[in-house]
């Protein structure tokens, strides 16, 4: 099994930076994509951005690129959202997902096995 645990939400004004931690903790294998996906209230898990392994490739939903940023310490087997100049439509539960074993960077929701609990971000205009 593996487990996920996020933090960084909270409630913040327009323009304003958060960032946003997952840590992995189990049975994760010797390589695990990641990626950060959100969900706003009556809307579908849609992702916000991906990493590979190495960190050496990212993917970024059209909605964030430029603004945020995906990164991970894999000594820490840590993942982060950097998230600037954030909007009202931004406002969501955020949530991490892993996919142990698997390579490349993985952008479907049906390819994580495994997703943290949430942590809510709103943004106010």
């Known amino acids: 099994q593996v487990q996920l645990v996020e933090s960084g939400g909270g409630l913040v004004q327009a323009g304003d930076s958060l960032r946003l931690s997952c840590t992995a903790s189990g049975r994760t294998g010797s390589s695990y994509p990641m990626a950060w996906f959100r969900q706003a209230p009556g809307k579908g898990r849609d992702l916000v951005a991906a990493?590979?392994?190495?960190?050496?490739?990212?993917h970024y939903s059209g909605s964030v690129q430029g603004r945020f940023t995906i990164s991970r310490d894999n000594a820490k087997s840590t993942v982060y959202l950097q998230m600037n100049s954030l909007k009202p439509e931004d406002t969501a539960v955020y949530y991490c997902a892993l996919s142990p074993g698997r390579m490349g960077t993985l952008i479907a929701t049906h390819e994580y096995d495994y997703w943290g609990q949430g942590t809510q971000v709103t943004v106010s205009s």
């Open positions: 990493i590979n392994w190495r960190g050496s490739r990212t």
